[in-house]
């Protein structure tokens, strides 16, 4: 079982604001990274550390954390980012890695 | 152009054995830690393994622990996954990936880039 806790589902209005969190307990102490998955092909990142994103990744992409919570929100969702979204860190241990169960996220 | 790429996978019997290779160009390879990350059919990512740039830290998921070996040549470009004793439960697409992070508090760890996988069937 997962560490790290997703909403399984979430959808949003085209051109609408999303917020797709991640709960655990490790999140206390190191900031969640996301990933976006389209089907049939690998995973991207998307935001890592306190809220940076990769070369390429749209502006309406953003993180922050509080907590036990992080939070990965889309601004003027498009339909293009229909996907799954997953979070990850390290675990408590600090030495291995793991992973939410990842969101669906739907755009209307 | 950074990239790594997958090689090995396809169908095996339960108890049997296969290795998955990941060949990386672009970067230093030998200054990162490197990861194994696997998704079954219509599931979600789960953390597989990983191995730090000199091979000194080396670390496995429990459901993987004592079955699967990570390993490495710096040499090559290289990172490497023995897998024995595969069971039904290890189908799944394998990607390998570049690991980063941030050591101070709070610390962060991120997977940039990802290969694009390589599918094991454990079937007999």
């Known amino acids: 079982s997962s560490e790290l806790t997703q909403d399984p589902a979430v959808s949003v209005a085209l051109g609408q604001t999303v917020r797709i969190t991640c709960q655990g307990d490790s999140l206390r102490s190191y900031y969640a990274s996301w990933y976006q998955q389209k089907p049939g092909q690998a995973p991207v990142l998307v935001i890592y550390g306190k809220n940076n994103r990769p070369s390429g990744i749209p502006d309406r992409f953003s993180g922050s954390s509080s907590g036990n919570t992080a939070s990965l929100t889309i601004t003027g969702a498009q339909a293009e980012d229909e996907a799954d979204y997953y979070c990850n860190s390290r675990d408590s241990s600090g030495n291995l890695v793991v992973f939410g169960g990842g969101t669906k996220l739907t755009v209307l | 152009e950074v990239q790594l790429v997958e090689s090995g996978g396809g169908l095996v019997k339960p108890g049997g054995s296969l290795r998955l290779s990941c060949a990386a160009s672009g970067f230093t390879f030998s200054s990162y830690s490197m990861n194994w990350v696997r998704q079954a059919p219509g599931k979600g990512l789960e953390w597989v393994s990983s191995i730090s740039s000199s091979s000194s830290y080396i670390y496995y998921a429990d459901s993987v622990k004592g079955r699967f070996t990570i390993s490495r040549d710096n040499a090559k470009n290289s990172l490497y996954l023995q897998m024995n004793s595969l069971r039904a439960e290890d189908t799944a697409v394998y990607y390998c990936?570049?690991?980063?992070?941030?050591?101070?508090?709070?610390?962060?760890?991120?997977?940039?880039?990802w290969g694009q996988g390589t599918l094991v069937t454990v079937s007999s």
């Open positions: 990936a570049r690991e980063n992070d941030i050591v101070v508090v709070p610390a962060s760890v991120w997977f940039d880039p």
